[in-house]
Structures are given as C-alpha cells and as structure tokens.
C-alpha cells in the first residue's frame, strides 16, 4: 500500500511540473528529444518503430511518426481493447482516430505480433521502441499512468517468444522535469534502455 501511495505521490507531482510548461517549451523540447532520438543508431539500424501517440502534455511524438515515414521505418501504434494493448501498423497520421480515453489510435487490422512473425525464420529486424510514462529516476525506472498497460506488453517482448524474433530496443520519451533522482519501483516495472530528455540521454 505504501509503495502505490508513494507512485501516485511521485506521478502527481511529475505531472504537475510537466502541465506547468508552456506550448512553446512543449514544442522546443518535443523536438530536441526527437532530434537526440532520430540520431541514435538504435533508430538508424530500425527497421520498425512501435511508438506511443502523444496527449495533452506529453512528449509530442507527431514530429517522430513525421520522420519515420520519411526514412521508411515500418511504424506502430498502440491501440488499446479492455485491459490489453497491441501496436497496429500506421501508414499515416490519417488512420489515427479518437480511441481509448480520447487518445489516438489506429485504425487498421495489421498487428506488429502479426508483422514480426514473418521474420522467424529469417534475419532477426531491429525494432525500436518509444514508450511514454509519468516520472523516471536516473536509474531508468518508470512510474506509468496507473493502468500497467506497457509493463504488460512489453514484458511479453522482452521475456516471450516474440523477443526471438526480432532485436528489440525500448526507449522512453521524457520531459528533464519529469526525472527524480530516485523514484519507487517494483520488480515487474519495465525499465527502458535509455530515457531520452531534452538535454541529456540517460
């Protein structure tokens, strides 16, 4: 008990310091962390990219889909049904629609577990992964919005049978406001390999 009441202590104050900057510092750090993240060759080496859609105040991942449709990267989104997320393909901005919490979704049919089983017998693809979340600490753990969402999926691609078909890299996507120098965490919370801020990869 203490433990979640300590998350939501640390959640609500991360939030609140990233409601607290303003559209333009939204958009002037939106895009130097994407900057650091399309010159990292994590992305260069991807041939896919699963990425969050952005909502209200969070790192702005439209300049990232804009990139990687112009560098061809095969691109995800998450789509949430009931308890459970999958990433359904995205071939433009255009198929995105009002879905979970007024959050963008895809539309389309097309799964990445779908996509990347193809791969199985052949040469695994790198996959880079952008994931959102509330606060980080230095030592990469995350505090999420509460629903466990990305810890479920992403703990199937990095202990399941999906994380043999393919090189995954998960990145998280974050704000300088929202990192502390050590934040609560639980031994099922899924770490990111690197955060990336606007002025400093982690």
Same mark, same amino acid.
């Given at each position: 008990?203490?433990?979640?009441?300590?998350?939501?202590?640390?959640?609500?104050?991360?939030?609140?310091?990233?409601?607290?900057?303003? =559209?333009?510092?939204?958009?002037?750090? !939106?895009?130097?962390?994407?900057?650091?993240?399309?010159?990292?060759?994590?992305?260069?080496?991807?041939? =896919?990219?699963?990425?969050?859609? !952005?909502?209200?105040?969070?790192?702005?991942?439209? /300049?990232?889909?804009?990139?990687?449709?112009?560098?061809?990267?095969?691109?995800?989104?998450?789509?949430?049904?009931?308890?459970?997320?999958?990433?359904?393909?995205?071939?433009? +901005?255009?198929?995105?629609?009002? $879905?979970?919490? $007024?959050?963008?979704? /895809?539309?389309?049919?097309?799964?990445?577990?779908?996509?990347?089983?193809?791969? =199985?017998?052949?040469?695994? /693809? #790198?996959?880079?992964?952008?994931?959102?979340? +509330?606060?980080?600490? *230095? *030592? #990469?753990? *995350?505090?999420?919005?509460?629903?466990?969402?990305?810890?479920?999926?992403?703990?199937?691609?990095?202990?399941?049978?999906? #994380?043999?078909?393919?090189?995954?890299?998960?990145?998280?996507?974050?704000? +300088?406001?929202?990192?502390? =120098?050590?934040?609560?965490?639980?031994?099922?919370?899924?770490?990111?390999?690197?955060?990336?801020?606007?002025?400093?990869?982690?």
């Amino acid at each position: 008990m203490d433990e979640a009441i300590n998350k939501k202590r640390f959640r609500k104050e991360a939030l609140q310091k990233r409601d607290r900057l303003t =559209a333009k510092e939204r958009e002037a750090y !939106s895009e130097a962390i994407v900057k650091r993240l399309v010159s990292l060759p994590d992305y260069g080496q991807a041939k =896919a990219v699963l990425t969050y859609i !952005s909502y209200l105040s969070e790192v702005d991942t439209f /300049p990232l889909l804009e990139r990687a449709f112009f560098d061809k990267k095969v691109v995800f989104a998450p789509r949430v049904s009931g308890r459970e997320m999958e990433f359904i393909k995205l071939n433009g +901005a255009q198929e995105l629609a009002l $879905g979970y919490r $007024g959050i963008l979704e /895809p539309e389309g049919i097309k799964t990445y577990t779908d996509w990347v089983s193809r791969y =199985a017998e052949e040469e695994k /693809p #790198r996959i880079l992964i952008c994931m959102p979340g +509330a606060a980080f600490d *230095r *030592r #990469r753990h *995350r505090i999420g919005y509460g629903g466990g969402f990305y810890d479920r999926y992403l703990s199937g691609l990095k202990y399941g049978t999906e #994380r043999k078909d393919a090189q995954v890299t998960i990145v998280a996507l974050s704000y +300088a406001c929202q990192i502390f =120098a050590e934040i609560p965490w639980e031994i099922h919370d899924i770490c990111p390999e690197r955060i990336i801020t606007e002025t400093e990869i982690i």
